[in-house]
T-cell receptor, first 115, second 109 residues
Framework: DVKVTQSSRYLVKRTGEKVFLECVQDMDHENMFWYRQDPGLGLRLIYFSYDVKMKEKGDIPEGYSVSREKKERFSLILESASTNQTSMYLC??????????????FGPGTRLTVL | AQRVTQPEKLLSVFKGAPVELKCNYSYSGSPELFWYVQYSRQRLQLLLRHISRESIKGFTADLNKGETSFHLKKPFAQEEDSAMYYCALTNNAGNMLTFGGGTRLMVKP
């Protein structure tokens, strides 16, 4: 059973704090993704990684950075949290093959509130 | 740039009624499309992909390249179908998904 876990379900931080969101998958997937989920906007890709130490910007990378030091772990970092980063953050993973139909498996989400 | 549009934020139907959740896309290449679903207090999961031409939980979706649509249909809605549904499109490399804004389906008893 594919398992993608996220370090926290709920997180409350103050403006200006540095925030770390952690994601771990146990299926040996090459690809890992960070999305934010907002009502009416759906899921928007922040960053994705296709290999250890490799990363690519998604649609909304501003204000975020990522780290992938180990294959199973992908971290999202908010260097200086702002109120407009209050959102649900979803991590996902998938195999990286030539198959374009690779399913992405999602974590349970972290609801971040920035005060 | 690729884009996915789901025009309805909320769709409310009675149990047993037909359901159609609309999805339109814009993409310059050959599209690969998916429907993902999120039930209450559960994680987002794949419902179906167009290439499989499968029916999952009674849902089907047909890719219409002429109308650039990939609508999700079910002939008889059930209460357990109530959920958030997202249409998604993959890029040429197949490693990134673009999601629509989502449609919340409510099936009333």
């Amino acid at each position: 059973d594919v398992k993608v876990t996220q370090s926290s379900r709920y997180l409350v931080k103050r403006t200006g704090e540095k925030v770390f969101l952690e994601c771990v998958q146990d299926m040996d997937h090459e690809n890992m993704f960070w999305y934010r989920q907002d009502p009416g906007l759906g899921l928007r890709l922040i960053y994705f990684s296709y290999d250890v130490k490799m990363k690519e910007k998604g649609d909304i990378p501003e204000g975020y950075s990522v780290s992938r030091e180990k294959k199973e772990r992908f971290s999202l970092i908010l260097e200086s949290a702002s109120t407009n980063q209050t959102s649900m953050y979803l991590c996902a993973s998938s195999f990286n093959t030539a198959n374009k139909y690779n399913e992405q498996f999602f974590g349970p989400g972290t609801r971040l509130t920035v005060l | 740039a690729q884009r996915v549009t789901q025009p309805e934020k909320l769709l409310s139907v009675f149990k047993g009624a037909p359901v159609e959740l609309k999805c339109n896309y814009s993409y310059s290449g050959s599209p690969e499309l998916f429907w993902y679903v999120q039930y209450s207090r559960q994680r987002l999961q794949l419902l179906l992909r167009h290439i499989s031409r499968e029916s999952i939980k009674g849902f089907t979706a047909d890719l219409n390249k002429g109308e650039t649509s990939f609508h999700l249909k079910k002939p008889f809605a059930q209460e357990e179908d109530s959920a958030m549904y997202y249409c998604a499109l993959t890029n040429n490399a197949g490693n990134m998904l673009t999601f629509g804004g989502g449609t919340r389906l409510m099936v009333k008893p």
